[in-house]
């Protein structure tokens, strides 16, 4: 079956560290794109990638990184810069054209 | 930025009435979305409606646009207990590229047995 993954389900983090969400996507889709959801909000854009080498920041990138070497993975790198990272990191992709998003199951990132 | 604002906040009522969400946004758009989330889980794309459309159905699903006045209403005729998610509008910039989409703060559904 095409869908798109993200793992892990549930992350931790300690204070000062970084961590990576993984994003994989069997669609043959050609862009991908990294959302951030807070508690009773809607989703905030983190970074989008429209081809393979290469990617935009979105709204809110300050204390994220990406990497897009394969056009099946978009991994999401949170950094020890992101001052408030606890949140629902939510992957996606989209054919090109008028068309909806497939979005993956999300990843809940907690800082203990 | 948050383009979209939905309408009520939050909404709760008995299976078998119908619910209506309201979807306002505040600049030129190339097409309109709408995508239900269950409590902890991805978004599900449900509806696509282009600017130049007006109203589109899916099932229960009947979805308007009123480019006019910046605004959109999802309306679930016959809900049910399985409807209860929040309700999410998207919309698409009307320059060229990809479609990158801006989501609003979304609409909670209780649907009530």
């Given at each position: 079956d095409g869908g798109i993954t993200q793992s892990p389900k549930y992350l931790f983090r300690k204070e000062g560290q970084n961590v990576t969400l993984s994003c994989e996507q069997n669609?043959?889709?050609?862009a991908m794109y990294w959302y951030r959801q807070d508690p009773g909000q809607g989703l905030r854009l983190i970074y989008y990638s429209q081809i393979v080498n290469d990617f935009q920041k979105g709204d809110i990138a300050e204390g994220y990184s990406v990497s897009r070497e394969k056009k099946e993975s978009f991994p999401l790198t949170v950094t020890s810069?992101?001052?408030?990272?606890t949140a629902f990191y939510l992957c996606a992709s989209s054919s090109t054209g008028l068309n909806g998003y497939t979005f993956g199951s999300g990843t809940r990132l907690t800082v203990v | 930025s948050q383009q979209g604002e939905e309408d009520p906040q939050a909404l709760s009522i008995q299976e078998g009435e119908n619910a209506t969400m309201n979807c306002s946004y505040k600049t030129s758009i190339n097409n309109l979305q709408w995508y239900r989330q269950n409590s902890g889980r991805g978004l599900v794309h449900l509806i696509l409606i282009r600017s130049n459309e007006r109203e589109k159905h899916s099932g229960r699903l009947r979805v308007t646009l009123d480019t006019s006045k910046k605004s959109s209403s999802l309306l679930i005729t016959?809900?049910?207990?399985?409807?209860t998610a929040s309700y999410f509008c998207a919309t698409g910039p009307?320059?060229?590229?990809?479609?990158k989409l801006i989501f609003g703060a979304g609409t909670r559904l209780a649907v009530h047995p």
């Amino acid at each position: 079956d095409g869908g798109i993954t993200q793992s892990p389900k549930y992350l931790f983090r300690k204070e000062g560290q970084n961590v990576t969400l993984s994003c994989e996507q069997n669609l043959n889709h050609d862009a991908m794109y990294w959302y951030r959801q807070d508690p009773g909000q809607g989703l905030r854009l983190i970074y989008y990638s429209q081809i393979v080498n290469d990617f935009q920041k979105g709204d809110i990138a300050e204390g994220y990184s990406v990497s897009r070497e394969k056009k099946e993975s978009f991994p999401l790198t949170v950094t020890s810069a992101q001052k408030n990272p606890t949140a629902f990191y939510l992957c996606a992709s989209s054919s090109t054209g008028l068309n909806g998003y497939t979005f993956g199951s999300g990843t809940r990132l907690t800082v203990v | 930025s948050q383009q979209g604002e939905e309408d009520p906040q939050a909404l709760s009522i008995q299976e078998g009435e119908n619910a209506t969400m309201n979807c306002s946004y505040k600049t030129s758009i190339n097409n309109l979305q709408w995508y239900r989330q269950n409590s902890g889980r991805g978004l599900v794309h449900l509806i696509l409606i282009r600017s130049n459309e007006r109203e589109k159905h899916s099932g229960r699903l009947r979805v308007t646009l009123d480019t006019s006045k910046k605004s959109s209403s999802l309306l679930i005729t016959a809900s049910r207990a399985a409807d209860t998610a929040s309700y999410f509008c998207a919309t698409g910039p009307s320059s060229g590229g990809y479609n990158k989409l801006i989501f609003g703060a979304g609409t909670r559904l209780a649907v009530h047995p």
